[in-house]
């Protein structure tokens, strides 16, 4: 049995052994950040200096960087503590910003999965406010980028605020906080090939968000709990080299084209929602008609072959993608997605093994239609 | 051996079982892994994990997830959880409860097993490449001169051969029921020695998605016009009494009759949905030979003789088969004469046909063509 081929990156991605060896560095350091002695500067020392690294992936001030449980912690801080009087969320949000505010209002988006600044527009209009707008910097699913300075620009237009989920971005395209202008952003580390557990809330405005998690004064006020200092060392580390190899990932949408042509070519009837705007480099969400999602992603996982069927679940069941229903793609289809991502370690080697695999099933699927 | 049928090696054969976290489908995976096979575990979630979850003794919520894992996990194969929870409201909550509004007494884990395992899950098992489904069935798959036959249970107390009876032929010979040759008490044994996880887990007892077995809650919630009130009468139409919804009340039922002094035990005959009525009479009233059955699955061959056929047949789970003839007729349509009047022939049970320990086929009792079928649409 040939090595796992690992093309789930959405779902998180391999550490960098760089990354690695400083989280492990960091815990072997030990200490408390908040301690005033010399190993608890030395720990403050490798949080500021991750601060900076993280600021410096995504275009912030580090001022306005909090370190957070990971991007359902940033997302729920964002959406929950910026006093709101109404919260609207594209349909497409990963579902800790779905969930972030039951009463909150979803929006649309088009057929290529893209949000609908129309809506959006009219969204706004009637909204008490102030307002709070939650859209996402790139679809974990789809990995359609989404209009997020037009998003902005119409916020303005209405007085309301912007917060831009960038986990699924971060590290995989260049992200400008300041140019795109939101008022905060989520990013997450295991996203970029940094730890699990560990994220951060970007603020424009370092003092804009009241605290989520209340206790001592850690993280100027806006996060309590000591800090989890090997997981933000491994995190500034992972950002560091994300941000120096972003280049890799252009190299990754070549292959991922290359992936979608193959695919197409052995069933015309296959096809991928939201390829026809802008998206991830690494991200290909495929429907193979007939054969659903549960199946492929069985058929593969015996193959030695780890995609997945969309965002995974706690329970880790096989369920269809929410994502897919938003774009009005109809459920049959939708039933027979297969998220594939890529990441910085893929190979066209891999690829290949995978595009045989799907053909192995297609076959097979096709045998039993027939 | 669980699949001689199949031309490879048992280390090529792709056996994916059906885990619903219980030890007798913990068993199976076991034993098919234990033979040399590539064994998969597939648990279905089939309803929300609400607070029935942790009861004991009911099948497929939250624990029993869990479960299914642990004992995969265990065995040291990999494990699958699907979401069928769309499908199994759609195939077997919603007619369940249409069938209860009806008048009827249906048996959900006979449809379950027709559409969501042996159509759904076989149709997934096959598409990610198994080469055979394994179930913790206490049933038997005969090798026969025609290919396989279905046989009942070594362990007559837990042959479920009436709840697998639409199987067709087609599933069948896709189907392995490891367990079937073995007594219960071996069972237990087996997952002692094997060490597995849900060794000492309660067998379940109830409808997976009734807790409690209070049927007639689920049905009121599904159906809420359903529970409406209505008269208890005697044979002859005179009121006796009144009933707060007809969904309360099974054919055979005495239990619930809020109606006294008439000397003799009063029991449900049938009811009558369009007028919402109970019929109530004595015990001789239930006894019935003839019963009219449609939905015909034929097993033994291609399809039933034409002329009359002598079988025993099985009108309910906890009844022996009785000597009757099958008719068939058209469509699906069918009628067994019963050798000796049974009591209690109740309409959407099923009506299981055996020669001996083979099942020949069955079909779901209909309402009698002289009862109020008229009143049915």
């Not at chain 1, 030990?30 to 608890?40: D, E, F, K, Y």
């Not at chain 2, 392995?176 to 997952?191: I, Q, T």
């Not at chain 2, 159906?223 to 009468?233: F, K, M, N, Q």
């Not at chain 2, 035990?265 to 004595?282: C, D, Q, S, W």
Request: net charge neutral; aromatic share 4%; with cysteine.
């Amino acid at each position: 049995m040939n090595a796992t081929v690992y093309l789930d990156y959405n779902a998180s991605a391999p550490m960098w052994p760089e990354a690695a060896e400083a989280a492990a560095e960091a815990m072997r350091a030990g200490a408390n950040a908040s301690s005033i002695h010399a190993p608890g500067r030395a720990a403050r020392a490798r949080v500021e200096q991750a601060r900076q690294s993280v600021a410096r992936l995504v275009g912030a001030d580090p001022a306005g960087i909090v370190f957070t449980g990971g991007g359902t912690e940033a997302n729920n801080q964002a959406i929950r503590c910026c006093g709101a009087a109404r919260v609207l969320v594209s349909a497409i949000e990963h579902e800790s910003a779905l969930s972030a505010d039951e009463r909150a209002v979803r929006l649309p988006v088009t057929a290529d999965g893209v949000i609908d600044l129309e809506a959006l527009d009219r969204a706004l209009a009637a909204a008490p406010r102030p307002a709070l707008v939650a859209v996402m910097l790139a679809n974990n699913e789809t990995g359609v980028v989404q209009p997020v300075a037009g998003a902005v620009a119409a916020a303005r237009r209405h007085g309301a605020r912007v917060h831009c989920d960038a986990v699924q971005a971060a590290g995989k395209i260049p992200v400008d906080a300041a140019a795109l202008g939101a008022d905060s952003y989520a990013v997450s580390a295991h996203k970029l090939g940094g730890p699990q557990g560990v994220g951060a809330l970007v603020l424009r405005d370092p003092d804009g968000a009241a605290p989520l998690i209340h206790g001592g004064g850690q993280e100027r006020g806006r996060r309590a709990g000591t800090e989890n200092v090997a997981g933000i060392a491994g995190f500034g580390r992972a950002a560091e080299i994300a941000a120096q190899r972003l280049d890799e990932f252009a190299r990754l949408s070549a292959l991922r084209d290359r992936m979608e042509a193959e695919i197409r070519a052995l069933d015309p009837g296959a096809w991928m929602p939201g390829a026809a705007a802008p998206r991830l480099p690494n991200t290909s969400m495929a429907v193979m008609p007939g054969c659903e999602s549960a199946a492929q992603v069985i058929a593969m996982d015996l193959d030695g072959i780890a995609v997945s069927a969309g965002s995974a679940c706690s329970s880790g069941r096989v369920r269809p993608p929410y994502v897919l229903a938003a774009m009005g793609v109809d459920e049959d289809a939708a039933m027979c997605a297969l998220r594939v991502s890529l990441g910085w370690r893929t190979t066209a080697g891999e690829v290949d093994r995978f595009v045989a695999a799907w053909a192995r099933l297609r076959d097979r699927t096709a045998r039993r239609v027939a | 051996m669980i699949a001689p049928d199949i031309d490879k090696p048992p280390a090529e054969t792709l056996v994916a079982v059906a885990m619903s976290g219980g030890v007798d489908s913990a068993v199976t995976a076991a034993l098919v892994a234990e033979a040399g096979y590539r064994a998969v575990g597939v648990t279905l979630q089939l309803y929300d994990d609400g607070s029935a979850s942790a009861r004991k003794g009911a099948c497929c919520a939250g624990q029993d997830i869990y479960d299914a894992r642990r004992a995969a996990d265990a065995i040291g194969i990999p494990h699958y959880v699907l979401d069928y929870r769309s499908r199994f409201r759609e195939s077997v909550i919603e007619p369940f409860a249409d069938s209860y509004v009806a008048g009827e007494t249906p048996v959900p884990c006979v449809t379950c097993n027709r559409t969501v395992k042996f159509r759904d899950l076989m149709g997934l098992a096959r598409d990610f490449g198994a080469d055979a489904l394994a179930t913790g069935h206490y049933v038997r798959r005969v090798a026969g001169p025609d290919g396989p036959e279905l046989h009942r249970a070594v362990d007559a107390d837990r042959d479920q051969s009436y709840f697998l009876f639409a199987t067709t032929r087609d599933q069948l010979a896709y189907l392995r029921f490891p367990l079937g040759g073995m007594r219960k008490e071996a069972v237990r044994r087996e997952a002692a020695r094997l060490a597995l996880p849900v060794a000492a887990k309660p067998d379940s007892q109830d409808i997976c998605f009734v807790p409690g077995g209070g049927y007639a809650r689920v049905v009121e919630r599904l159906r809420p016009g359903a529970a409406e009130p209505g008269d208890i009468v005697d044979l002859q139409g005179r009121r006796l009494g009144g009933h707060d919804g007809i969904v309360h009340f099974t054919v055979g039922q005495r239990r619930g009759l809020a109606i006294g002094g008439t000397g003799e035990p009063l029991y449900v005959v049938r009811t009558e949905p369009a007028t919402r009525r109970v019929v109530v009479g004595p015990r001789d009233a239930l006894a019935g030979s003839e019963i009219r059955i449609g939905g015909l699955n034929w097993l033994a061959g291609a399809a039933p003789p034409s002329g009359p056929v002598a079988v025993q047949a099985k009108i309910r789970s906890m009844r022996p088969p009785a000597a009757a003839t099958l008719r068939a007729g058209a469509g699906g349509s069918a009628s067994v004469a019963l050798d000796s009047p049974e009591r209690g022939i109740a309409p959407g049970q099923a009506c299981v046909l055996y020669d001996g320990e083979r099942v020949l086929g069955g079909g779901w009792i209909r309402r009698a063509p002289d009862g109020p079928a008229a009143l049915r649409p």
